[in-house]
T-cell receptor, first 110, second 114 residues
Framework: GQNIDQPTEMTATEGAIVQINCTYQ??????LFWYQQHAGEAPTFLSY??LDGLEEKGRFSSFLSRSKGYSYLLLKELQMKDSASYLC???????????WGLGTSLAVNP | DVKVTQSSRYLVKRTGEKVFLECVQD?????MFWYRQDPGLGLRLIYF???????EKGDIPEGYSVSREKKERFSLILESASTNQTSMYLC?????????????FGPGTRLLVL
């Protein structure tokens, strides 16, 4: 089967760093996406990894190890507005269909 | 900027009604998707379309149908709404070609079936 696992909930303090992990077992792999979703809103794109290694984008970075089926999203200098759900998704085929994790709900406390 | 719009943000319908949810994108994307999102179940794919008049079932197509008569528009139809179809419905689109092309989401329609 196809499966994506990520922690259900995490909490962190404003100004700190947090790492959200994602492990996947899928029948194919074209790339891995991270999305952010605030409560009541639609998901918005954060990052994309297709090769092993770290992709940095401002306060957010994403890492991928294809051999381990593992990714993480690193959020630095946390702000209150980073409180949201973070979704990991894997593209497996040619038609942009994504396999989605259930999301990690991050609460940033003052 | 890519724009994906959905016909309603909130909708209340009665059991047994036929419900139409419309989605329009303005970026000439080939692929369009309909999801529903429920607490604890995440995003689940209902149907997707990779071209005009083409459609494929997703993971939970039962009780739904779709229509794609024009490239920019993808409609989700609930033939006879039931209370277990109360959910947040999200439409997304993406291009077929190109690397690193994500899915772009509409704002969502929160449907309540009474």
């Amino acid at each position: 089967g196809q499966n994506i696992d990520q922690p259900t909930e995490m909490t962190a303090t404003e100004g700190a760093i947090v790492q959200i992990n994602c492990t996947y077992q899928t029948s194919g792999f074209n790339g891995l996406f991270w999305y952010q979703q605030h409560a009541g809103e639609a998901p918005t794109f954060l990052s994309y990894n297709v090769l092993d290694g770290l992709e940095e984008k401002g306060r957010f970075s994403s890492f991928l190890s294809r051999s381990k089926g593992y990714s993480y999203l690193l959020l630095k200098e946390l702000q209150m507005k980073d409180s949201a759900s973070y979704l990991c998704a894997v593209e497996t085929g040619n038609n942009r269909k994504l396999i989605w994790g259930l999301g990690t709900s991050l609460a940033v406390n003052p | 900027d890519v724009k994906v719009t959905q016909s309603s943000r909130y909708l209340v319908k009665r059991t047994g009604e036929k419900v139409f949810l419309e989605c329009v994108q303005d970026m000439d994307h080939e692929n369009m998707f309909w999801y529903r999102q429920d607490p604890g179940l995440g995003l689940r794919l209902i149907y997707f379309s990779y071209d005009v008049k083409m459609k494929e079932k997703g993971d939970i197509p039962e009780g739904y149908s779709v229509s794609r008569e024009k490239k920019e528009r993808f409609s989700l139809i609930l033939e006879s709404a039931s209370t277990n179809q109360t959910s947040m419905y999200l439409c997304a689109s993406s291009p077929s070609s190109g690397v690193k092309e994500t899915q772009y989401f509409g704002p969502g329609t929160r449907l309540l079936v009474l």
